[in-house]
Each structure stands twice: as structure tokens, then as C-alpha cells.
């Protein structure tokens, strides 16, 4: 079976930019989560979704935001982009919000 | 506000030793995952501990949880080079379900 999907793989942008980053999770998974890690750090909570509402927020701007479609894919969107995005956005998904997370392979963003 | 502490975060482990590293969290959570990470890449999760007194071992890694003493150990026989990445442990907050707070990571480190 595939593991939780992530794409793009990398990407730069230019402060001031918006990206749109994607995950399709586990087959039967419903619950998506985002983290963010920046080099030399753990994984930040950023977001979690379960049956495409929001359940949790993580201490992170409005920049960010997310969404989950019918199909449990789910996007997270960052505005505005500053140096300190940059970073490797993990997406993690579950069967139900209370399981085992599976995460991702990531998307590593450089923003210049 | 949960806080994990990880530690120490560096470790040089000579092949063949026995080693132990600690993951200490500040507030009451019946869970505790442990993960992995080579360089650049992602998270692969390596131990859940659901109750007081968990333990489980795979390979040369052994991991336990006190809850009581919220404190989570892994502990490494026999060292080889292939165990040589970051390994996180991570938190669920009470009341907060999949939302993982993450230690910043040990490194480890297998010299022959």
C-alpha cells in the first residue's frame, strides 16, 4: 500500500510569495496533520484536520492555513512568505484523530 | 504549555557499547511515540508507548514510558553504524489528541 504522498518535493520561493503545499494520506486514513520543521529542530503542529473540519490550531500565524477535501487530501497554504518559512513541511495522517500518526516523506521550502 | 526535553542531544557511541537517552515531558499524556530521522528525510516512527509501564523493544532498540515520572528512555545494545540518525520522541498534550509536541531530537552518532 502507499504511504502518505507529499508534493512538490522541493521548492524555492521569493519572500513576499504564496505556496501552496499537498498530501493525500494513507488509503482509509481520514485525519491529516502539518508540521513544520525547521533545520535542527523537531516537528511543529501547524494544523490537523479530520473529515475536512479543522481540529486543532498549532501557534502559528494567519498566514497559514489549510483544508482537507472530500477525497481526505488535504493543502496548506502560507501567504506572505518570509525567510523564516523556510523549512521542511511534514504532513502526517491516521485513521481516526486519536491513532497513530504516518508521516510523510515532506516538502522541503526555500524561501530567498 | 507541554514542554519535552530530550537529552543529551548529541551522543558518540562507540560500536558494540550499550547506551541510554531520555525523553522528560512536563505534563500528565498516556502517550508517547518515539521516531526516527536520517538526514534529509522523514519521520519514521519507531515505538508508540501507550500506558505506565510500556515497553518494547525492536532490534538493538529498547523503549519504556513512566508515566508517573514522565519520563521515556530508549536504550541502545550493542551499537552499530546503521543507528546512527536523529531520533525525536514526541507527546500527545492532555486533551489535545495526535496534536504531537516534539523534544528537539538526539542525535546519535556510531564511530567503529
Known amino acids: 500500500d502507499a504511504g502518505v504522498t507529499q508534493s512538490p518535493t522541493h521548492l524555492i520561493k521569493t519572500r513576499g510569495q504564496h505556496v501552496t503545499l499537498r498530501c493525500s494520506p494513507i488509503?482509509?486514513?481520514?485525519?491529516v496533520s502539518w508540521y513544520q520543521q525547521v533545520l535542527g529542530q523537531g516537528p511543529q503542529f501547524i494544523f490537523q484536520?479530520?473529515?475536512?473540519?479543522?481540529?486543532g490550531r498549532g501557534n502559528f500565524p494567519d498566514r497559514f492555513s489549510a483544508r482537507q477535501f472530500p477525497n481526505y487530501s488535504s493543502e496548506l497554504n502560507v501567504n506572505a512568505l518570509l525567510l523564516g518559512d523556510s523549512a521542511l513541511y511534514l504532513c502526517?495522517?491516521?485513521?481516526?484523530?486519536?491513532?497513530?500518526?504516518?508521516f510523510g516523506p515532506g516538502t522541503r521550502l526555500t524561501v530567498l | 504549555e507541554l514542554k519535552v526535553e530530550q537529552n543529551p542531544l548529541f551522543l558518540s557511541m562507540q560500536e558494540g557499547k550499550n547506551y541510554t537517552i531520555y525523553c522528560n515531558y512536563s505534563?500528565?499524556?498516556?502517550?508517547l511515540y518515539w521516531y526516527r530521522q536520517d538526514p534529509g528525510k522523514s519521520l519514521e516512527s519507531l515505538f508508540v508507548?501507550?500506558?505506565?509501564?510500556a515497553v518494547k523493544q525492536e532490534g538493538r532498540l529498547m523503549a519504556s514510558l513512566d508515566t508517573k515520572a514522565r519520563l521515556s528512555t530508549l536504550h541502545i545494545t550493542a551499537a552499530v553504524h546503521d543507528l546512527s540518525a536523529t531520533y525525536f520522541c514526541?507527546?500527545?498534550?492532555?486533551?489535545?489528541?495526535?496534536?504531537?509536541?516534539f523534544g528537539k531530537g538526539i542525535t546519535l552518532s556510531v564511530r567503529p
Open positions: 502526517a495522517s491516521s485513521l481516526q484523530v486519536t491513532n497513530e500518526q504516518f
Open positions: 488509503s482509509g486514513h481520514k485525519s
Open positions: 508507548l501507550l500506558s505506565n509501564g
Open positions: 505534563t500528565t499524556s498516556d502517550r
Open positions: 514526541a507527546v500527545d498534550p492532555p486533551g489535545a489528541n495526535s496534536k504531537l509536541t
Open positions: 484536520y479530520y473529515e475536512k473540519e479543522e481540529r
